[in-house]
């Protein structure tokens, strides 16, 4: 990368003693990390990308359903797409309508497979993976991130000039620069999702059921996969996951393809539903659910962790181009995000999940389920319509 100084094309740390720098450290391999990675390092950055597990995925919390739009765009080879999707389910158990495209609109995957497919794409493009290296903060002065291999203990210094957080919700972005997603009350839901044995299922929908008298603030799903069904909850209301699993054990229970089916997973984890305030300061920016970029419709952020780890990283080759004006471009970066009409969109869905959340409280939820379908089949075309708009300045 051109700057200030002749860097190795290549980055050289070692996973032991964190000998070597990089151009940009990115904190976590999960979608919006490894896209990150894999546009830096084939913008010509030295890249080192940290993941806390031994494997990208493979601790991660996701109901596995994303746009089908995505498909093309990640060049997703066939045996990462577990099913394509053309119809979606919306209303509640006992009244529902299906709604039909006629062009594939979503398709469901296994995160550890889909994770594990961006993560190689990114250590093909050049990127140094450094799995079960835990970050654990951040030096200044020169800059560097600190980590851990979780492994041997071994602690790691690694120089850099700039730093992605790609970690998450429990952003690291927080403690060590004040920017990123922090929980606070209203601005995140709490969700569940377990797998149900389900070998050579055919179901071929999405469904989304409301069952306004169990769950006011919140939806449940399924979502078919390969030998798997996927069936979770979430919810707005001030809650935690243990006290969820019994909703979540009932409406199994009443729904006639997943009763008396084995559970082989059950996860939980929490779903940002507000942008973070601050998503840079140098020499640092937060992408994916890091910087709280999720729809607060549907608690969906597959979508928007590949849009924001891709503005994250022309941004940083545009600072990284110009070291003069470094500053200035990282903390551009809110508005690069602006320029896209993902933020618009997610501008729109926030308002339209406020109005929901309202209708709600004065137990209008009613006239909102009504709208339920017109929303879904919305959001669907909505999604197509932000994805084909190019953004201007990139
Ligand atoms: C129950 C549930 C169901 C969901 N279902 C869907 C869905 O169907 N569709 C959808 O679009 N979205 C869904 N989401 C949201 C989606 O999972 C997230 O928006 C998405 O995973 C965000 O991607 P990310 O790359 O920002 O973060 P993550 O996928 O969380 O990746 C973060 C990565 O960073 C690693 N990491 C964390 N801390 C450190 C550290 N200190 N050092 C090194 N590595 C670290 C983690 O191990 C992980 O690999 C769901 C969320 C929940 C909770």
Redesign the pocket.
């Known amino acids: 990368m051109s700057g200030d100084e002749e860097l190795p094309a290549d980055p050289v740390v070692d996973s032991q003693s964190g000998s070597g720098r990089a151009d940009v450290v990115v ?7 490894s896209t990150a990675a894999e546009r830096l390092a084939r913008g010509g950055a030295s890249v080192v990308l ?4 031994h494997a ?11 746009p089908f739009f995505l498909r093309d765009k990640l060049a997703l080879e066939r045996g990462v797409v577990d099913r394509i999707i053309y119809t979606n389910r919306v209303g509640t158990l006992a009244r529902n309508t299906d709604l039909r495209f006629d062009t594939p609109n979503n398709l469901s995957v296994r ?1 550890e497979l889909f ?1 594990a497919a961006l993560a190689e794409k990114a250590r093909a493009a050049g990127a140094r993976m450094l799995a079960r ?4 903060g951040l030096e200044m002065d020169p800059v560097a991130v600190r ?1 851990r291999n979780r492994d041997s203990g071994a602690e790691l210094v690694i120089p850099c000039r700039l730093i992605v957080f ?5 952003t ?1 972005a927080q403690a060590a620069l004040g920017i990123g997603f922090r929980r606070a009350p209203g601005n995140h839901a709490v ?3 377990w797998d149900l044995e389900a070998p050579g299922n055919d179901l071929q929908s999405l469904e989304f059921y409301f069952e306004l008298d169990a769950l006011p603030l919140g939806y449940y799903w399924v ?1 078919p996969k390969k030998d798997i069904l996927n069936v ?1 909850l ?1 919810t707005m209301e001030p809650t935690s996951a243990r006290e969820l699993a019994p909703l979540l054990s009932a409406f199994i229970d009443s729904h006639p393809a997943l009763r008396g089916r084995p559970i082989s997973r059950k ?5 940002p539903l507000r942008p973070a305030r601050r998503v840079a300061k140098w020499p640092g920016l937060v ?4 910087g709280g970029f ?1 729809n607060p419709m549907t ?7 590949i849009w924001s780890g891709e503005v994250a990283a022309r941004t940083c080759l545009r600072a990284l181009a110009t070291p003069r004006r470094e500053k200035q471009i990282v903390a551009a970066y809110r508005r690069e995000l602006r320029r896209t009409p993902h933020a618009l969109f997610l501008a729109v869905t926030r308002a339209v999940a406020r109005a929901a959340c309202f209708a709600s409280r004065f137990r209008l939820g009613r006239y909102a389920l009504a709208l339920a379908p017109a929303l879904v089949e919305a959001l669907v075309r909505g999604v197509w319509v932000a994805q084909k708009y190019r953004p201007r300045s990139f």
């Open positions: 904190i976590g391999a999960g979608p919006a990390g940290l993941e806390k597990d990208a995925g493979e601790t991660t919390v996701c109901g596995g359903a994303m995160r994770d290296t835990l970050a654990t980590a790609a970690d998450g919700p429990h690291l969700a569940l999702e979502f979770g979430g996860r939980g984890g929490l779903i992408v994916g659910d890091a999720v608690g969906a952020g597959l979508t928007y962790a």
